[in-house]
């Protein structure tokens, strides 16, 4: 049974860094576009930020020049170092990895930025 696992979420103050993990358990097999979104309270899940198996990256306009995307396709996870970091950037962060045959999600970890 395939999972994806998250880490790295927390407190951090208005200016601070975090960097989120996601790893993949079990025999996900070829994973193609690997990528973060986050839901904050009362909003809907947006697109923060994707990578392709090539390392071609995707970026919300939101989060451009503060948050990079990376990826390990031999360990089979996906990074977002999140820098500047600003009080709207408060969500539930959820890793999300495509196969050919099924999207994966994480279970979500939390981001707050407040003083």
């Known amino acids: 049974q395939v999972q994806l696992v998250e880490s790295g979420g927390g407190l951090v103050q208005p200016g601070g860094s975090l960097r989120l993990s996601c790893a993949a358990s079990?025999?996900?097999?070829?994973?193609?576009?690997m990528g973060w979104y986050r839901q904050a309270p009362g909003k809907q899940r947006a697109l923060v930020a994707t990578?392709?198996?090539?390392?071609?990256?995707n970026y919300a306009n939101s989060v451009t020049g503060r948050f990079t995307i990376s990826r390990d396709n031999a360990k089979n996870t996906v990074h977002l170092q999140m820098n500047s970091l600003k009080p709207e950037d408060t969500a539930v962060y959820y890793c999300?990895?495509?196969?050919?045959?099924?999207?994966?999600w994480g279970q979500g970890t939390q981001v707050t930025v407040s003083s």
């Open positions: 999300q990895m495509s196969t050919s045959e099924y999207n994966y």
């Open positions: 079990g025999s996900i097999g070829i994973i193609y576009p």
């Open positions: 990578i392709t198996r090539r390392g071609t990256t």
